[in-house]
């Protein structure tokens, strides 16, 4: 059974740049989530969706990021324009949410992002 | 707002040893308590999953315990292996998703 899959695994680009992530979750997962990891604030929530819905988005940094889920089997993560101190490695996970809670999360290999 | 801290941020263990990694949490309402494995340059290996429901759960040499009422997790690791060297991450789920923890970077020396 294929795992979470995300593309591509990395990316340089120049600051100003579109950068655009890709995230394909589980099968018959309900629920998406986009992380970002850097060495100095560990695992953050960017956003997640429900039912292809987003829920929460107060961890998006700034207007620069957006996500869409246009449907249960693709998401996407845009960066418009890039930073440098966008530079980080994103994760989705993906998890079958069943009453409470989130259920349990299954991560990709992520998108290391360099912006120079 | 949960917040999740890990110690120690680092241990070094000769091989064969048995470990616990802690985990402490802010906000006892949780759902769940997840444990995952990150290897250098990787993504994150789910290991168990405690349910708020449950004091633990064993997965091999793993087992994961969860106190509640008093905010800790811990992981203990038996007989510990040079392919056990990573970083351990706990995660804390309630109304909101996974909170996570800095981690414990593990290393077993052969």
């Known amino acids: 059974d294929a795992g979470v899959i995300q593309s591509p695994r990395h990316e340089v680009t120049e600051m100003g740049q579109e950068v655009t992530l890709r995230c394909k979750p589980i099968?018959?997962?309900?629920?998406l989530f986009w992380y970002r990891q850097t060495m100095m604030r560990g695992l953050e929530l960017l956003i997640y969706?429900?039912?292809?819905?987003?829920?929460?988005d107060s961890g998006m940094p700034e207007d620069r990021f957006s996500a869409k889920m246009p449907n249960a089997s693709f998401s996407t993560l845009k960066i418009q324009p890039s930073e440098p101190r966008d530079s980080a490695v994103y994760f989705c996970?993906?998890?079958?949410?069943?009453?409470?809670?989130?259920?349990?999360?299954?991560f990709g290999e992520g998108s290391r992002l360099t912006v120079l | 707002k949960q917040e999740v801290t890990q110690i120690p941020a680092a241990l070094s263990v000769p091989e064969g040893e048995n470990l616990v990694l802690n985990c402490s949490f802010t906000?006892?309402?949780?759902?769940?308590l997840q444990w995952f494995r990150q290897d250098p340059g990787k993504g994150l290996t789910s290991l168990l999953l405690?349910?708020?429901?449950?004091r633990e759960q064993t997965s091999g040499r793993l087992n994961a315990s969860l106190d509640k009422s008093s905010g800790r997790s811990t992981l203990y690791i038996a007989a510990s292996q040079p392919g056990d060297s990573a970083t351990y991450l706990c995660?804390?789920?309630?109304?909101?998703?996974?909170?996570f923890g800095k981690g414990t970077r593990l290393s077993v020396i052969a």
């Open positions: 996970a993906s998890s079958l949410v069943r009453g409470g809670g989130t259920g349990e999360l299954f």
């Open positions: 099968s018959g997962h309900n629920s």
């Open positions: 969706f429900n039912n292809n819905v987003p829920i929460d």
């Open positions: 906000d006892s309402a949780i759902y769940n």
């Open positions: 405690i349910q708020s429901s449950q």
């Open positions: 995660a804390v789920g309630g109304n909101t998703p996974l909170v």
